[in-house]
């Protein structure tokens, strides 16, 4: 069993960076895959970033590409995401996940986080 725990969101003026932060209890397999997804109110969960542990090979949703950058720390064994150039429609609930395969499909991802609040204001 792996516990995820996000870190890092709040409340941003529109244009601010933040970072969010994920720690995983377990050490990452090769295989691993980890991810972030995020809800926003009245909406469904999306996909955000996902990263390979192993290699990084990292993939990003057209709406965050350019503006977000998803890294790892494998010594450490945190999942992290920059997100530059905030926008209003990034507010959601952000959670990291954590797959054995290489998806940006939710429904592969089998551990996940709380998640952490993310609002951006005008």
């Known amino acids: 069993q792996v516990q995820l725990v996000e870190s890092g969101g709040g409340t941003v003026q529109e244009g601010d960076s933040l970072r969010l932060s994920c720690s995983a209890s377990a050490r990452s397999s090769s295989s691993a895959v980890y991810g972030w997804f995020r809800q926003a109110p009245g909406k469904e969960r999306e996909f955000v970033a996902l990263i390979r542990w192993r290699n990084y090979s990292p993939l990003y949703a057209d709406s965050v590409k350019g503006r977000f950058t998803i890294s790892r720390d494998n010594p450490k064994n945190m999942l992290y995401l920059q997100m530059n150039s905030l926008k209003t429609e990034d507010t959601a609930v952000y959670y990291c996940?954590?797959?054995?395969?290489?998806?940006?499909?939710?429904?592969?991802?089998?551990?996940w986080g709380q998640g952490t609040q993310v609002t951006v204001v005008s």
């Open positions: 996940a954590l797959a054995s395969r290489y998806s940006s499909n939710q429904r592969d991802y089998d551990y």
